[in-house]
């Protein structure tokens, strides 16, 4: 398929047809959740949500690394930069909130904040000191993946990590089964796949028969993979399909595993908002414990309690939004109190949170309204 195609919409048409006509046949209506900030950014960005039929409703749940970083651990890295330490992180984090202060606080206080692009990056920063640098990494799997090679190849002594690393499949476990939950179909994010290979989903799928495929980030690559999870859900039929195979195979990348579950192990934690995931976060083994800015660095997070959190941050209604129950335009604070120069609660901070892409392109145009 040429690049064109991935973009032209002709075909996009064409396959939303498909779409309508399939979720027709079922006489219901069909919710289906992604879990990746990049899928909701092509979809928002290139109106995809305008060609989608009235009864299909394509929820953005947990996607957003940063969204689901949760209070205390951002709290953790604002006690190790009250230490001293120069904080390294990426941009996104800044302005997530804790329960007092974001890092962005925390720096206007004169705690040093250096923002990455890559776990690479703050181990130069490392080089380059003799101050001890903080490592703050967030992200999924795919980003550990990234700090594991870091840790992997000798940093320096003043080098640690302080990992709030997460990990997608255990999260959508606790989705399926919300009783709440109405989501009969999961389009699982490529890149994240690349990494754990398609194989990764079966267990789910045989645990809670609901299907889940696979798709790219181009326009058509989400309606391929969204007229195939309508089709597996229309057809009963609960099977993982790899609609990326330009770049995911069954096992995923072996050399990439490998390297990860060598430095990490999942433990259960909170994430942000929804709930305690078992296995949902990613800590350093006993091995790495000299890395580990948790066994380096003394946190008492009981420290911050004598502080009064911020007014607004109680009406923030993130967790629910990334569970899938409610959408952006249900806060009363979107885009009155709550804007990406202001942000209120996580979701609105991330350019991978769903309130800021709301924010940005709108959420659910009308597109036949506004013609
Ligand atoms: Fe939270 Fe702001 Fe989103 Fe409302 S608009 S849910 S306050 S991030």
Redesign the pocket.
């Known amino acids: 398929m040429s690049e064109l195609q991935f973009r032209d919409p002709k075909l996009a048409r064409s396959m939303a047809a498909t779409l309508d006509r399939l979720v027709r046949e079922t006489g219901r209506k069909i919710a289906v959740m992604h879990v990746c900030g990049s899928h909701e950014q092509a979809i928002a960005k290139y109106g995809l949500r305008s060609l989608f039929p009235k009864s299909l409703e394509v929820i953005m749940g947990p996607g957003c690394p940063v969204c689901v970083t949760d209070v205390p651990e951002v709290d953790e890295s604002v006690l190790i930069a009250a230490q001293g330490a120069r904080i390294a992180t990426f941009g996104d984090m800044l302005k997530v909130p804790g329960s007092v202060k974001s890092l962005a606080d925390a720096q206007a206080s004169g705690a040093k904040i250096d923002i990455v692009y890559s776990p690479q990056q703050a181990v130069e920063i490392a080089r380059s000191t003799k101050e001890e640098v903080v490592l703050f990494a967030t992200g999924f799997e795919t980003t550990a993946v990234a700090t594991a090679a870091v840790i992997l190849d000798n940093p320096p002594p003043n080098f640690s990590v302080l990992s709030v690393h997460k990990y997608i499949p255990p999260v959508m476990e606790i989705i399926a089964e919300m009783p709440e939950s109405r989501i009969e179909g999961f389009l699982a994010a490529g890149h994240a796949a690349t990494i754990t290979g398609s194989a990764v989903f079966e267990p789910f799928v045989e645990r809670h028969k609901i299907p889940v495929v696979i798709a790219g980030f181009e326009p058509n690559d989400i309606m391929a993979g969204l007229v195939e999870l309508v089709e597996l859900i229309r057809a009963k039929t609960p099977h993982v399909v790899n609609m990326f195979p330009r770049c995911v195979t069954l096992e995923g990348n072996l050399a990439a595993q490998k390297q990860l579950w060598r430095v990490f192990r999942p433990m259960g934690g909170r994430w942000r908002g929804i709930a305690h995931v078992p296995n949902g976060n990613l800590r350093l083994r006993d091995e790495f414990a000299h890395l580990d800015a948790r066994k380096r660095f003394p946190i008492d997070l009981t420290s911050l309690w004598d502080y009064a959190p911020p007014a607004?941050a109680g009406?923030?209604?993130?967790g629910d939004?990334m569970a899938g129950i409610r959408n952006?335009n249900d806060?009363r604070?979107?885009n009155r109190e709550?804007v990406p120069e202001n942000?209120?609660?996580?979701?609105?901070v991330s350019n991978e949170?769903t309130?800021k892409i709301w924010h940005l392109y709108g959420g659910v145009p009308d597109l036949e309204a506004s013609a």
Not at 315 to 318: G, N
Not at 343 to 348: D, E, F, Q, S, T
């Open positions: 607004l009406q923030c209604i993130c939004i952006p806060c604070l979107f709550c942000p209120v609660g996580a979701c609105m949170g309130c």
